[in-house]
Nanobody, 122 residues
Framework: QVQVVESGGGSVQPGGSLRLSCAAS????????MGWFRQAPGKEREFVAA????????YYSDSVKDRFTVSRDNTKNTVALQMDNLKSEDTGVYYC???????????????WGQGTQVTVSS
């Protein structure tokens, strides 16, 4: 049974940093994209970043590009999201997911974690 577990959320002031981690277990993940999505209150879940199996195959939404960095460790089945220069609009529940085909499309993802809260506020 595949399990996806996120960690590392919390509260931070604008301009601060947080690092999220995600670990997958219970299967073989070589063909999966590992992605991050977020959902703010009253809004739809949106793509943030993703990493494919190959080194350098990373994807970012325009809103986080140049501020967030996604990295994947295939030997440990983990993916991390380093978030710098955080803004209030980055607030939301962040989800890690495993999917295929289209990295930016929520419908492409098959397995999801429970989510971790990120709050950016002064």
């Amino acid at each position: 049974q595949v399990q996806v577990v996120e960690s590392g959320g919390g509260s931070v002031q604008p301009g601060g940093s947080l690092r999220l981690s995600c670990a997958a277990s219970g299967g073989s993940f070589s063909r999966y994209i590992m992605g991050w999505f977020r959902q703010a209150p009253g809004k739809e879940r949106e793509f943030v970043a993703a990493a494919g199996w190959s080194v350098g195959s990373t994807y970012y939404s325009d809103s986080v590009k140049d501020r967030f960095t996604v990295s994947r460790d295939n030997t440990k089945n983990t993916v991390a999201l380093q978030m710098d220069n955080l803004k209030s609009e980055d607030t939301g529940v962040y989800y890690c997911a495993l999917g295929s085909v289209i990295p930016t499309y929520v419908g492409s993802y098959e397995f999801w974690g429970q989510g971790t809260q990120v709050t950016v506020s002064s």
